[in-house]
């Protein structure tokens, strides 16, 4: 059991930090590209745990796209008001700090997205991967006050 140590925190400073090391982790990736527009708010996490969603998403993204591809994070401050609210009645209006993680993989465009965040679902073949990937990024984002937007 992992106890959760969170404080507050920029998100840009973890995404450069991941940025690093990502590059050197995923061989078989083409390109990453880190889009961190300034970003005066601060979120209240556990660092372990956001490093944690960031390298779930990259290795996602390079086992989707075995003949390499581009990998896009972006960071941005976000004002969430009641009309979006009306179509994502989860979500709390108010001031957000957005960390978006996209791929050039097709994979997704054929499957409910919904799907991909139960736990076990996988798309690798049997002895893969175990689908927890995505479980536990959506479970750190709720656990930190976040919310999954979807595509």
């Known amino acids: 059991m992992q106890v959760l140590q969170p404080r507050t925190i920029n998100l840009n400073s973890i995404v450069e930090e991941m940025g690093k090391l990502i590059p050197r982790l995923m061989v078989k990736m083409s390109n990453l590209f880190c889009i961190l527009r300034r970003t005066s708010e601060t979120i209240r996490a556990d660092v372990s745990q ?20 581009k990998l896009l994070i972006e960071t941005s401050n976000e004002e969430l008001d009641s009309v979006y609210k009306t179509a994502h009645p989860v979500v709390k209006p108010g001031r957000y700090v957005l960390l978006a993680v996209s791929d050039t993989a097709s994979e997704w465009t054929r499957r409910p997205k919904r799907i991909f965040f139960e736990p076990f679902f996988t798309t690798k073949e049997q002895g893969k991967g175990t689908g927890l990937g995505l479980s536990t990024v959506y479970g750190v984002v709720k656990q930190s006050g976040g919310f999954y937007l979807g595509a």
Do not use: F, H, T, W
């Open 50 to 69: 956001i490093e944690q969603i960031i390298m779930n998403l990259a290795v996602n993204a390079r086992d989707a796209m075995p003949k390499g591809g």
